[in-house]
């Protein structure tokens, strides 16, 4: 999936695409981890904690959150905080969540995508692999001096794409369990 965070039905569309890419991967009752990469240091880095934020504050039992602007996961602990997560929930989908640099026609897209996110990759830096399946949104042009053009993007652009991000997974989470209440009514109907 991929689509501008303007379009109307972005979140929908998102909150489809990750349910289809994690329901070979999901229990019906089993939570999600959710790895929302990147800093509060750096405006375009931010997007991943404001999305861990927000996903945080919805407080949903159902999503296991790191990465948020109290408490970001960034170059410096992103192996301890998979090794965290790969003891404490070992057979549980993980959603990464971050930022990335693109073409000029590309900013202000958001894309998902099955496999693991390549965190880093837009500032040469050599960071482990982070999830099942991952989000990104394309916050500003690379190529040329990336941690400069990551300091002087738009805060409001980052702002916009991390609702739009969290909208579409706190609405895959939704979608999810009122199919499960469906489902377990069903069967105890007999239907």
Known sequence: MRAHHEEPDVADRLARGILTLLGSRSQLNDPWVIICVGSDRSTGDALGPLVGERLRQAGRKDMMVFGTLERPVHATNLEEVLRSV??????????????????????????????????????????????????????????????????????????????????????????????????????????
């Open 86 to 191: 790969r003891v404490e929930y070992p057979k549980l989908p993980v959603l990464a969540v971050d930022a990335c640099l693109g073409q000029a026609e590309s900013v202000g897209y958001i894309s998902l995508r099955a496999g693991p996110l390549r965190p880093g990759t837009g500032v040469n830096k050599q960071l482990p692999p982070v999830g099942d399946l991952h989000v990104v949104g394309i916050v500003n042009v690379g190529g040329f001096m990336e941690y400069f053009v990551l300091q002087n993007t738009r805060l409001n652009l980052v702002m916009r794409m991390a609702h739009v991000i969290a909208d579409g997974i706190l609405l895959a989470a939704r979608v999810r369990e009122a199919n499960g209440i469906r489902d377990a009514a069903c069967s105890r109907s007999g239907a």
